[in-house]
């Protein structure tokens, strides 16, 4: 008769010998509109059962992770395998500190180890009051932000030239970098969505930056459904150019309607 058939999985990975740790940077300090790597160490292995994962509670709202899938607002799930090259996205405008609680949790959910890190996110000393307090649009893309001193200079310049996914692997990691943008834009977190979008773009994918246009286009943002979003024409043509570049079909015809409006 076996005896551990109700054994929990907590009780199981005692029972291999040590009992699983997870550790995470006790600090972490970034920038605005910036990556930061948020490496977590989960082990030891033979203590972990399978199909476990780490939950990270405490994110700021605008902020993703290059890994996992959002379960919640500033709850995100990270396999473990994507632990090591894990890194917090933050877009512009975020700033404050943020307490991040770090939880190995089994398959059945139970509770296996803990760990906590704090984020700090320094104001941008670039950003002038006047300007945040005239600006009502929501925190743009980084690279958008990062560009051009002046209006007319930025609009008059077109978009930096890029090279399509250049391995099948580089292509696929684009394509999951979309899906999480996707993810996020379905649940109204159109922040975190055009910083996916974003890198899926600048690896080269023209879906990318035709999800990331969209998300600025008025046309698009009412037939999605999505509310709350604030479009901008502006930033829709630019990333439209960019789409058109890397061989979207589609990119002239919305270029064409933005420009008849």
Known sequence: MLAAVGLCA?????????????TAPQAIVAEPASQAAFPIHVGPADAVPRN???RLR??????????GHSIGPGTWAVPLAALPELKI??????????????????????????AKSTLAV??????GRGQAQRDPRPP?????LRAGAAEGAERSQPPQPVTQPTTPQDRERALRLVKKGDEQLSEGNAAAARLFYERA???????GAMALAATFDAVELARSGLRGIQPDT??????????????AGDAEARLRRIGAN
């Open 234 to 247: 502006k930033l829709a043509q630019r990333w439209y150019e960019r789409a058109m570049q890397l061989g």
């Open 10 to 22: 907590s009780a199981l990975a005692q029972t291999r010998g040590s009992a699983p740790a997870v």
């Open 201 to 207: 773009a600048d690896a080269g994918l023209a879906q």
């Open 140 to 144: 743009a893309v980084a690279s958008i």
């Open 58 to 67: 405490g994110l700021p709202p605008m902020a993703a992770l290059s890994e």
């Open 52 to 54: 476990s994962f780490v």
């Open 122 to 127: 320094a104001a941008d000393p670039k950003a």
């Open 89 to 114: 996205m933050l877009p512009a405008g975020s700033s404050g500190r943020s307490e991040i609680i770090v939880t190995l949790v089994a398959v059945d959910g139970s509770v296996l180890a803990e």
